[in-house]
């Protein structure tokens, strides 16, 4: 059962656009985190917001930003996408601070022209 | 990938069949997680581990942080069993974020 929501599915833009992707999750879970995984279907942490605190931001370009309103809401800001932005992003959620049983929406596959 | 390393990268089985991937984690793992991405891009969480078994149904998994590994049987394998497997080891020296392995892709065929 389905209860970390993306949207969109898919996005194609060109390269400097902008692009917003939005995750919410139904399980009352206290941390959401960003995950990209790249063509090799490596996955790799972006972000992760606890209690509306950025815990965890690994180096990532700056162009990258999460955002959140609430503790059910984490989106995912990329100003001026590059060819190196195509990937899979997926969001999660887990009940907690550490990484306890991570729960994964159905990812945003973005392809960048 | 380096951290978390997963044997075989595919395997094709026959359906009925029983099979087993494997973890070696090159950082001292505290948990490990498994994972099943479908073809369609969706990621199930299957388990979530300290030292120790667990099972669920067809699926058996298995984390020895004495020795570094994790693996994961699948029993009488299905058709749906089909997809990548990923696992993922929480260790202190990354500070508690999960690390993930580069997924084995499973194929049943019938």
């Known amino acids: 059962e389905t209860a970390v929501f993306q949207t969109p599915n898919y996005h194609v833009t060109q390269v400097g656009n902008e692009v917003s992707f939005n995750c919410k999750q139904t399980l009352g879970h206290d941390t959401m985190y960003w995950y990209k995984q790249d063509s090799k279907k490596l996955l790799k942490i972006m972000f992760s917001y606890n209690n509306k605190q950025l815990i965890v931001n690994e180096t990532v370009p700056r162009r990258f930003s999460p955002q959140s309103s609430d503790k059910a809401h984490l989106n995912l800001r990329i100003k001026s996408v590059e060819p190196e932005d195509s990937a899979v992003y997926l969001c999660?959620?887990?009940?907690?601070?550490?990484?306890?049983?991570?729960?994964f929406g159905s990812g945003t596959r973005l392809t960048v022209l | 990938g380096d951290k978390v390393k997963q044997s075989p990268s595919a395997l094709s089985l026959q359906e009925g069949t029983n099979s087993a991937l494997r973890c070696n984690f090159s950082i001292a793992a505290t948990t490990v997680q498994w994972f099943l991405q479908n073809p369609r891009g969706s990621l199930m969480n299957l388990f979530y581990l300290v030292p120790g078994t667990k099972e669920n149904g067809r699926l058996k998994s298995a984390f020895d942080s004495k020795e570094s590994y994790s693996t994961l049987h699948i029993r009488d394998a299905q058709l749906e069993d089909s997809g990548t497997y990923f696992c993922a080891a929480e260790a202190n020296s990354a500070g508690n974020k999960l690390t993930f392995g580069i997924g084995t892709r499973v194929l049943v065929r019938p």
């Open positions: 999660a959620s887990s009940p907690g601070g550490s990484a306890e049983t991570l729960y």
